[in-house]
């Protein structure tokens, strides 16, 4: 029986290339890949969502390479930290590479020519095939009558009849594919990748210039508001429980917490860069102190009470008297 590897992402358009296959008969797989920019809760729906459709799931663990990627694509960034070009590529010749070895046949991919600016025009769709060397192997059945036909219609694997000519950046067409399909649930565009929104993007470019680019300060990079002071550290304070206990987590011995002694308020994490002399890190204890009560039940009290110790030594507990942060240094600060 003839089997294709199609590229999931939880997504309408995925969903859909998954179902058009399926529909013709072959027997369809869906893969999909885990990276440090997708929300977590995503690994666990995808089984769920892949089985709704009538296919298998494989899940492949990108976050390592993918972050190297991150750092510097060949072809750039998108809108904000995305680097679709590059990310395509790499996905593309894994599941290449996973096609031979599992024994498909073809590719499939849910990608619409012009809906996106950046990795589905024309000629970066070729870019792509090209430099994931899966050209003629990669059906993208919702396009596909205005590509050039692929390994599975000249085998007559697919009938090129029966596949779609969408193109432009209106969903309408797809949507209404959908209805009549029976696909109800599916992700928003671009899957949640957090490389694509505006916030995180100014935090991750931060992290970046600070040398500290690894899945660890990524995750950090996923709760809180964040915070630089100078070259010396990182602060990072929690805004809800959920939040407080997840920052928690994600410390390491180097870190030094925070929290108010008298009044309900956040967990803060300092992460000390470079931290060398005794003003530097009453400097840091100060700053941190102020930002936490600023997000606390005493934000508007003169001065309140905040604990502090190093990760590794609760025992180590010590108390600071400070001014809650006013809002020119939240603004001097905030990342
Ligand atoms: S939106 Fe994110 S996961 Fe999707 S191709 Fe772009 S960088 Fe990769």
Known sequence: ????????????????????????GVQVEALYFVNAFLPAR??????????????????????????????????????????????????????????????????????????????????????????AGVKGLLLRPLSAKKLAPTLAEEKGWVDRDKLFDFSGRSRKPQLALSKKLGIKEYLAPAGGCLLTEVEFARKLRDLIASGKLDLDGVRLLKAGRH??????ARIIVGRNEEENKYLLGLACDADILFKMRDFAGPLTLARPVRVETSEEFATLVETAARLTARYSKGKDRESAWVDYWPKDAEDEKKSVLVTPAGEGLIEELRI
């Open 1 to 24: 029986m003839v089997k294709a590897l199609a590229l999931f992402s939880g997504g309408l358009d995925s969903a859909l290339a998954v179902k058009i296959v399926l529909d013709q």
């Open 42 to 131: 995503h690994n666990t729906e995808m089984g769920r969502r892949a089985g709704q459709l009538g296919a298998k799931l494989h899940v492949l663990d990108i976050s390592q390479p993918h972050l190297e990627l991150v750092r510097s694509p060949r072809y750039g960034y998108g809108g904000n930290m995305n680097p679709c070009i590059d990310c395509r590529i790499f996905m593309l010749k894994k599941a290449k590479a996973y096609m031979q070895s599992h024994r498909f046949h073809f590719l499939i991919s849910g990608e619409v020519l012009g809906q996106r600016p950046m990795s589905q025009r024309k000629d970066t769709l070729n870019i792509i095939e090209r430099d």
């Open 227 to 232: 915070f630089r002071l100078k070259s010396l």
